[in-house]
């Protein structure tokens, strides 16, 4: 697979409006194949004649469980997997990860938060190069080759950086707390890294920002955390 | 358990106290019979030894003082003679015929110890040899008893020995009954100790407490099958709104998706951002029920405050908030470092509930602060504005918890109090000064 819209997806849901609403969006979104099915006995058959290379499980389903329709698919193929439920409960979305499935999305939700969730799934899954770039002012950053490009200067990114960069970018226009970022590079035990952090962030501010001194994009909120400022 | 210890105590000293006063009345009974009884007692004025002594030699032989009559010396008497040291009558007084005559020694001792010719007799010796007083004929009895000194020590030695055996049977006696008792009364208690916790009771006991440890396994059944009757019921309103809320989320879902199409048109933004606030009350809802019937386990873990809070300030911040709706947030270092043993999701979702609570009834917009700091072993969360604050129907009623028909419908409130206090913490509502709303969340620390 060259593209992440290249994938196959395979979206299961007893609802046959969600089914047109989310395929809709899909197809809108880029990916060229999106199989539907209604039911478990449905999904065995797609999932027979096209092998997908993505699955968007609902759980309640007329003719069985997506957990266990989860569990039977897997044992045929090592297929990266979505879980798109109303059950909200802790315990269902805790069951639905530990079987192993990449994701778990309640219902109502955003289709954009779909779309991306499932952007992520594809990218980790399938290890594709982000192609992705990110325009921070007058200065443009490949993610694919870590490079930032400012007033025809080209600078590299660390991988720490490129991770913070993401992370921010991810959330844009919204404030990501210091602990978010911190666990973004560190992991779980990111407890006393905060000063470490800024370090890391003044370093990218120098990379990206015109004036580092006085970034315009890449901004503290005090007490908070950083946001990486919407483009204008 | 104490409480039958001293039950049992009390039994003992009660019973030991009925004893006592039975042996204190038997023995009154006994000295009032004998006192009764000595007045019945052949009756005589003046003792042997007093009308011995008052016997004179006179002139013509001897005669009784004079301070009295013979008749009255002799009250109570039959008969008084004297003899002398050869048991020849010197003096007489009322003496039938037939005993006026010498006694030998063995006649003597015979009747100074029985009787004479049936007579019970005393005697008492004086300057003159021996007086002789007769009672009536048959009216006394005359016994004679030998003792060795040795006999009479084993005799007391026994009588306080047979006194003790009797004394520690009776306590043996008693102490058995009570351990019988006690056992009964003791599984009756921890009968009663389980039915104050709510488990199942059964009861055994004997005699005559079986029939309250009937009763009270009757009552224990009883208090068990309404609580399942509860508890079924609480399970079945907690499904019914868990079942409603997921039976809501699709038609939402596809509102909020529809909706999303459509934008950046400024109608299906406000459809969308109707959605998503139903989507939370039906959260709410949900939540609330499950808390409320302990449907929601607790996934207790530990929780760095700081980075609770901040989550918290920054997805208000990233929210969509009505125009200047600002948010200060101050936090101290030490509360920004404190450990709280909690479900951070819920605790988030109750933080969420407070500020999005300021922001929605504060259209025009205020400043919304979230500020958080250590007092003693708890982590105190304030969440005040400077708005309109709670309507005072609204504060009255988070204030007294009072619910009536009338009560305003403060689900996410109720929820955030709700949360707290499965945390072991505190909710405080109040008017904030000089204008708004504040509410205060005690949370103990880890």
């Known amino acids: ?232 | 358990m104490k409480s039958l210890c001293k039950l049992a105590a009390r039994c003992l000293l009660a019973a030991v106290g009925v004893a006592l006063s039975l042996v204190i009345v038997l023995l009154s009974v006994l000295v009032g019979v004998g006192l009764h009884e000595a007045q019945n007692y052949p009756y005589s004025h003046y003792q042997v030894g007093e009308v011995a002594q008052a016997l004179r030699r006179t002139g013509s032989g001897f005669a009784l003082d004079a301070a009295h009559t013979p008749e009255e010396w002799l009250d109570g008497y039959e008969w008084a003679m004297q003899l002398d040291e050869q048991g020849s009558v010197i003096w007489r007084l009322g003496l039938p015929a037939g005993l006026n005559r010498d006694y030998t020694v063995g006649e003597v001792a015979g009747f100074s110890r029985w009787y004479l010719d049936g007579y019970p007799v005393f005697v008492w010796r004086n300057d003159y040899g021996l007086m002789v007083l007769a009672k009536a004929k048959g009216s006394i009895w005359r016994y004679s008893y030998y003792s060795t000194p040795d006999a009479v020590w084993v005799a007391v030695r026994s009588a306080v020995q047979a006194a003790a055996f009797v004394l520690a049977a009776a306590l043996l006696v008693c102490g058995l009954l009570l351990w019988r008792l006690w056992r009964s009364l003791r599984s009756i208690g921890e009968g009663l100790d389980a039915l104050a916790q709510g488990q199942p009771v059964t009861v055994q006991a004997e005699g005559i407490l079986s029939e309250l440890a009937q009763t009270l396994d009757c009552t224990g059944e009883l208090l068990r099958r309404q609580n399942e009757a509860l508890a079924r019921r609480d399970a079945a309103r907690t499904n019914w709104v868990a079942g409603v809320s997921h039976d809501i989320r699709t038609p939402l879902a596809l509102i909020v998706g529809y909706a999303e199409r459509l934008e950046p048109d400024e109608t299906a933004r406000k459809i969308r951002m109707q959605a998503q606030k139903i989507k939370a009350l039906v959260e709410d809802l949900n939540l609330t029920s499950k808390l409320q019937y302990n449907a929601q386990p607790l996934r207790l873990a530990e929780v760095q405050a700081g980075a609770l809070l901040r989550q918290a300030a920054a997805d208000f911040c990233n929210s969509e908030l009505p125009a200047n709706t600002r948010l200060v947030f101050s936090l101290d270092e030490k509360a920004g470092q404190a450990l709280l043993h909690a479900d951070a999701a819920l605790l988030a979702r109750a933080l969420e509930n407070l500020l999005q609570n300021a922001a929605r009834h504060n259209a025009e917009g205020c400043t919304v602060t979230l500020a958080a700091n250590c007092n003693g072993g708890h982590l105190v969360i304030t969440v005040s504005d400077d708005g309109t604050g709670y309507p005072p129907a609204v504060l009255t009623a988070l204030q007294t918890g009072e619910t009536g028909e009338n009560t305003p419908h403060i689900l996410g409130l109720h929820l955030v109090e709700q949360i707290v206090a499965a945390h072991g913490g505190q909710t405080a509502f109040s008017r904030n000064q000089p204008h708004g709303a504040k509410a205060v969340l005690t949370l103990p620390l880890a």
């Open chain 1, 1 to 232: 697979m060259q593209d992440i819209f290249a994938a196959r997806v395979l979206l299961v849901d007893d609802q046959p409006e969600l089914l047109a609403l989310v395929s809709g969006r899909l197809r809108q979104a880029g990916y060229g194949t999106v199989d539907t099915a209604a039911g478990c006995a449905e999904a065995r058959a797609c999932f027979a004649a096209h092998r997908p290379d993505v699955m968007i499980l609902d759980i309640n389903l007329p003719d069985g469980d997506g957990f266990s329709l989860f569990r039977e698919l897997r044992r045929q193929a090592d297929i990266p997997a979505l879980f798109l439920s109303a059950r909200d409960a802790d315990a269902d979305r805790l069951f639905g990860l530990g079987l192993g499935a990449d994701d778990y999305l309640t219902k109502p939700f955003l289709t954009q938060e779909l779309l991306l969730r499932l952007q992520g799934i594809l990218r980790r899954a399938y290890r594709l190069p982000s192609q992705r770039t990110v325009q921070i002012g007058p200065c443009t950053v490949r993610l694919g080759d870590a490079a930032a490009e400012l007033a025809g200067r080209t600078a590299a990114l660390t991988a720490t950086e490129l991770t913070l960069l993401q992370k921010l970018a991810d959330n844009r226009g919204h404030i990501v707390t210091f602990d978010a970022l911190c666990q973004a590079v560190w992991g779980d035990g990111y407890y006393g890294y905060e000063n470490a952090l800024g370090v890391h962030i003044r370093h990218l501010r120098e990379k990206v920002e015109v004036e580092p001194s006085r970034p315009r994009y890449l901004v503290t909120v005090r007490g908070l955390g950083y946001r990486l400022e919407v483009q204008p």
